[in-house]
């Protein structure tokens, strides 16, 4: 019970507005590159993604099953659901079946673990590799035998395989072992196993530093992020409920036994992270998404010292007298009813978190509005390219158009959304029409947005001197605008063409653009 409850809640809560009605960009990377023979997947791998190598070999299996949105979230909603379960067994271990019941369920009601068990990538089956291996390092050090180590270094492997940044849990680790206090024996094994887990990782390291440029948009993380990390991580981000978390966690330090996996696990990953993100950065809240379950553990535990506390007193009135045992009875009651209390404070945060608008963008609106608006045969254009994972992802809305700037489709060229012409040839493929649609996001058309990539700084030159925008769409920050030639033969006698609309609509620009991210 004390396993099963959690994950059956996690698996509901996972499952609950699963099909939003869209992918945003990094989903839609999954979904298109997931559907990618072998070989092409291997091929982009050298260039770019190679961080996400394993699961997109993993996705390419499940898609194959059937390609759809909910199929793609599925393996993290069952991610999330084995966490929450094994964050509960931990809890079991450490320190009894009712700390294992409620960090198990706090776990699984925490919006930042609802909103990635609802994200096709890689992060929720991290999460759930580092608690298993968690779980695991605990039993190898209990079984006194090398040979239960290497359950836990295959799955640290594989875990660091998913994502490289969770090699920090391995710091985690040898911290939760020195406040244990083990003998030589244990560090022995367990070093063999680490060491070994980070040979196989250096060729993956060695591979990504030279794709670095996927994460050239993060900054520096400052206090703000710390806190927002900490709101993040508590069961209620905001009010009296987070509050009471932080104390619950400095209670269910206490708990040395528990403390000593938990703590280290929670403040370590992230805190080296952001320490080396002030040099270089590498920091974002969903490549520690793992520490969570130290969060959720120290609160439990310091609810049950609470409970504890509160099961030595005895209640003596006139007409009733509560006792030890009745006590302990009320307690798992009001357990009950807080966090169900808990939940239901933050559903609105839950619902929300179900709509396609709470994802930086939806490419589904983007096809659907290209269906509405282009005519068959008309040319468009990506403004910057990355915008083309709209079309990759709903080709129906692009079907009957023409791509003006593609030399080369994106598999076929080993790169995410496909190579380009060169300036001077783009320059004469738009000299060749008189009407394109433009699908650009606000950024993209701000006065202020100058892009490095030549081929974008032509499009942009080529816009603003030789056409003007007959049409203007906005949907969700992503701008459909029609742009036709001045003077253009094509255009009724009198009709003005000259009247420019303002270069960007009131969605906010954005400083740079947003690339795919780890």
């Given at each position: 019970?004390?396993?099963?409850?959690?994950?059956?809640?996690?698996?509901?809560?996972?499952?609950?507005?699963?099909?939003?009605?869209?992918?945003?960009?990094?989903?839609?990377?999954?979904?298109?590159?997931?559907?990618?023979?072998?070989?092409?997947?291997?091929?982009?791998?050298?260039?770019?993604?190679?961080?996400?190598?394993?699961?997109?070999?993993?996705?390419?299996?499940?898609?194959?099953?059937?390609?759809?949105?909910?199929?793609?979230?599925?393996?993290?909603?069952?991610?999330?659901?084995?966490?929450?379960?094994?964050?509960?067994?931990?809890?079991?271990?450490?320190?009894?079946?009712?700390?294992?019941?409620?960090?198990?369920?706090?776990?699984?009601?925490?919006?930042?673990?609802?909103?990635?068990?609802?994200?096709?990538?890689?992060?929720?089956?991290?999460?759930?590799?580092?608690?298993?291996?968690?779980?695991?390092?605990?039993?190898?050090?209990?079984?006194?035998?090398?040979?239960?180590?290497?359950?836990?270094?295959?799955?640290?492997?594989?875990?660091?395989?998913?994502?490289?940044?969770?090699?920090?849990?391995?710091?985690?680790?040898?911290?939760?072992?020195?406040?244990?206090?083990?003998?030589?024996?244990?560090?022995?094994?367990?070093?063999?196993?680490?060491?070994?887990?980070?040979?196989?990782?250096?060729?993956?390291?060695?591979?990504?530093?030279?794709?670095?440029?996927?994460?050239?948009?993060?900054?520096?993380?400052?206090?703000?992020?710390?806190?927002?990390?900490?709101?993040?991580?508590?069961?209620?981000?905001?009010?009296?409920?987070?509050?009471?978390?932080?104390?619950?966690?400095?209670?269910?330090?206490?708990?040395?036994?528990?403390?000593?996996?938990?703590?280290?696990?929670?403040?370590?990953?992230?805190?080296?992270?952001?320490?080396?993100?002030?040099?270089?950065?590498?920091?974002?809240?969903?490549?520690?998404?793992?520490?969570?379950?130290?969060?959720?553990?120290?609160?439990?535990?310091?609810?049950?010292?609470?409970?504890?506390?509160?099961?030595?007193?005895?209640?003596?009135?006139?007409?009733?007298?509560?006792?030890?045992?009745?006590?302990?009875?009320?307690?798992?009651?009001?357990?009950?009813?807080?966090?169900?209390?808990?939940?239901?404070?933050?559903?609105?945060?839950?619902?929300?978190?179900?709509?396609?608008?709470?994802?930086?963008?939806?490419?589904?609106?983007?096809?659907?509005?290209?269906?509405?608006?282009?005519?068959?045969?008309?040319?468009?254009?990506?403004?910057?390219?990355?915008?083309?994972?709209?079309?990759?992802?709903?080709?129906?809305?692009?079907?009957?158009?023409?791509?003006?700037?593609?030399?080369?489709?994106?598999?076929?060229s080993g790169t995410l959304w496909?190579?380009?012409?060169?300036?001077?040839?783009?320059?004469?493929?738009?000299?060749?029409?008189?009407?394109?649609?433009?699908v650009a996001e606000a950024y993209?058309?701000?006065?202020?947005?100058?892009?490095?990539?030549?081929?974008?700084?032509?499009?942009?030159?080529?816009?603003?001197?030789?056409?003007?925008?007959?049409?203007?769409?906005?949907?969700?920050?992503?701008?459909?605008?029609?742009?036709?030639?001045?003077?253009?033969?094509?255009?009724?006698?009198?009709?003005?063409?000259?009247?420019?609309?303002?270069?960007?609509?009131?969605?906010?620009?954005?400083?740079?653009?947003?690339?795919?991210?780890?």
């Open positions: 019970m004390p396993v099963a409850v959690p994950m059956a809640a996690m698996f509901g809560i996972g499952l609950w507005g699963l099909d939003r009605g869209g992918m945003w960009g990094d989903e839609s990377v999954t979904f298109q590159v997931a559907q990618r023979t072998v070989p092409q997947i291997w091929r982009l791998l050298h260039d770019v993604d190679a961080v996400h190598g394993l699961y997109y070999l993993f996705m390419h299996a499940v898609l194959a099953v059937h390609p759809g949105e909910v199929v793609l979230r599925l393996p993290s909603v069952c991610a999330a659901t084995a966490t929450a379960g094994l964050v509960a067994a931990l809890g079991v271990r450490l320190a009894g079946p009712r700390v294992g019941l409620w960090a198990g369920l706090l776990y699984a009601i925490t919006p930042m673990t609802g909103h990635y068990a609802q994200e096709g990538r890689s992060y929720a089956l991290v999460a759930a590799g580092v608690a298993g291996a968690t779980l695991l390092l605990l039993r190898a050090v209990e079984a006194k035998t090398p040979r239960a180590w290497w359950p836990y270094g295959t799955v640290v492997a594989l875990t660091c395989l998913l994502h490289e940044l969770a090699v920090l849990v391995l710091c985690a680790h040898a911290v939760t072992l020195a406040l244990a206090r083990v003998p030589r024996r244990v560090w022995a094994p367990w070093g063999c196993a680490a060491a070994a887990v980070v040979v196989l990782l250096l060729p993956l390291v060695w591979v990504s530093q030279g794709q670095a440029g996927q994460v050239a948009w993060l900054v520096p993380p400052g206090w703000d992020r710390v806190e927002r990390l900490a709101r993040n991580f508590s069961p209620g981000p905001t009010g009296v409920v987070f509050w009471a978390s932080l104390l619950l966690m400095a209670v269910g330090l206490r708990e040395r036994r528990l403390a000593a996996v938990a703590l280290p696990l929670l403040l370590l990953p992230p805190g080296i992270l952001m320490a080396v993100s002030q040099v270089r950065p590498l920091y974002h809240d969903r490549y520690v998404l793992y520490a969570l379950a130290g969060g959720s553990l120290l609160v439990a535990a310091g609810a049950r010292r609470v409970a504890g506390a509160l099961g030595r007193v005895r209640f003596d009135g006139r007409r009733v007298r509560i006792r030890g045992r009745q006590v302990h009875a009320l307690l798992g009651v009001a357990g009950a009813l807080a966090l169900t209390a808990t939940f239901l404070h933050h559903l609105p945060v839950h619902r929300q978190d179900r709509s396609a608008a709470q994802r930086p963008d939806n490419l589904a609106v983007v096809s659907a509005l290209a269906v509405r608006q282009m005519r068959p045969g008309d040319p468009v254009l990506f403004v910057p390219s990355v915008g083309r994972l709209a079309a990759l992802a709903y080709p129906k809305g692009f079907r009957r158009v023409r791509d003006i700037a593609l030399r080369e489709s994106a598999p076929r496909g190579r380009e012409a060169t300036p001077g040839e783009l320059r004469h493929r738009l000299a060749s029409v008189d009407r394109v649609w433009v993209a058309l701000d006065p202020g947005w100058s892009p490095s990539d030549p081929v974008e700084r032509t499009k942009l030159a080529v816009l603003a001197a030789e056409f003007s925008v007959a049409e203007e769409h906005v949907r969700d920050g992503v701008i459909l605008r029609l742009y036709v030639r001045e003077r253009s033969a094509d255009l009724p006698p009198g009709t003005a063409t000259t009247a420019r609309l303002p270069a960007s609509r009131p969605a906010t620009p954005r400083a740079r653009p947003r690339p795919v991210r780890w």
